[in-house]
């Protein structure tokens, strides 16, 4: 069994620390900034950093605040958010980053990963997969950028022609499950574990110990999580930590 991975992830919005739930409305925890010290200092083993303002606008990605953030950050960092071709993960990569993670580019042309990989290594490139139930109770791929199923692609093909295409890691997301605090979706994780030979990362839903423990009892190595980092209490108070004592019983 591989060694198990608990990895917190921060999202991004216009330069502030946000939480969504479900993909919609979202909800300020604080200083981006601030949440890496403390990550810092918490014996984090690495961290997910995805702006997901780039879903909402095709801006440039601000390389200067990035690199203010990652030059703060002692551990490997996957970022994701707005990348479209090798220079800008270029860029990134010189400001430190260890992997790059694409999602909606991906989605659109395949051959971004096989470039990706091409200049940079499979082990670098994560291909991060939104999955959302259709009316129909089905598991459909969630295309964020334009807020919609998409109805066309299977999801269990997609998944095997991500490693086709060269990827190193895969993040596999539950939108049904974000920020909800009430479990995984144990089901699309029995659904997906065993479709490629690669690393797969699951997200949504983790808000307890027990999640976690029924997370990786369902035989997988890798989840992350933002909820459970960042609120604490039955009010969902913001307050960020990492309860590594705890998870080093898992």
Known sequence: MLRKRIIPILLLDQKRLVKTIKFGKSKYIGDPLNAIKIFNEKFVDELIILDISQNKQNSEIDYNFLQDLFSECFVPV???????????????????????????????????????????????????????????????????????????IDLKDYIKELEYYGCGEIVINSVDCDGVMKGMDLKLIDLTKNLVNLPIIYCGGIGSIKDINNAFNSQISSIAAGSIFMFYGPHKAVLITYPYKDFQKI
């Open 78 to 152: 996957t970022y994701g958010g707005g990348i479209k071709n090798s220079k800008q993960a270029e860029f990134l990569i010189r400001l430190g980053v260890e992997k790059i993670s694409i999602n909606s580019s991906a989605l659109e042309d395949r051959n971004i990963i096989k470039e990706l990989a091409r200049n940079f290594g499979s082990q670098s490139i994560v291909v991060s997969v939104d999955v959302k139930k259709n009316l129909f109770n089905k598991y459909k791929i969630f295309n964020n950028k334009n807020n919609k199923i998409e109805h066309i």
